[in-house]
Nanobody, 119 residues
Framework: QVQLVESGGGLVQAGGSLRLSCVASGNIRSINSMGWYRQAPGKQRELVAT???????NYADSVKGRFTISRDNAKNTVYLEMNSLKPEDTAVYYCNADYRVGLSARSCWGQGTQVTVSS
């Protein structure tokens, strides 16, 4: 099993920056990929960015050029560097990990961290 704990959310003015962190624990060697998703009030949860165990990244069009996902394998941590933040980036941000249990694919989520961007 894998457990995730996020941190780094907060209140920032438009144009500002924040860095989110997600620390993984448990059976971390079973993790295939990790990512960040977000959910704004009244909206569905959406993908923000993902990174595979090999380091390949994928971003939502809305954050390309502004957000950067990275991972520090020594610290079992994935980061989301968010720059040029906009009010529409306001949401609860969730860390996700896709991992294996035997031949089964599993997915787990962190508790979420609030990001609020004021105009």
């Amino acid at each position: 099993q894998v457990q995730l704990v996020e941190s780094g959310g907060g209140l920032v003015q438009a144009g500002g920056s924040l860095r989110l962190s997600c620390v993984a624990s448990g059976n971390i060697r079973s993790i295939n990929s990790m990512g960040w998703y977000r959910q704004a009030p009244g909206k569905q949860r959406e993908l923000v960015a993902t990174i595979t165990s090999g380091g390949s990244t994928n971003y939502a069009d809305s954050v390309k050029g502004r957000f950067t996902i990275s991972r520090d394998n020594a610290k079992n941590t994935v980061y989301l560097e968010m720059n040029s933040l906009k009010p529409e980036d306001t949401a609860v941000y969730y860390c996700n990990a896709d991992y294996r249990v035997g031949l089964s694919a599993r997915s787990c989520w962190g508790q979420g961290t609030q990001v609020t961007v004021s105009s």
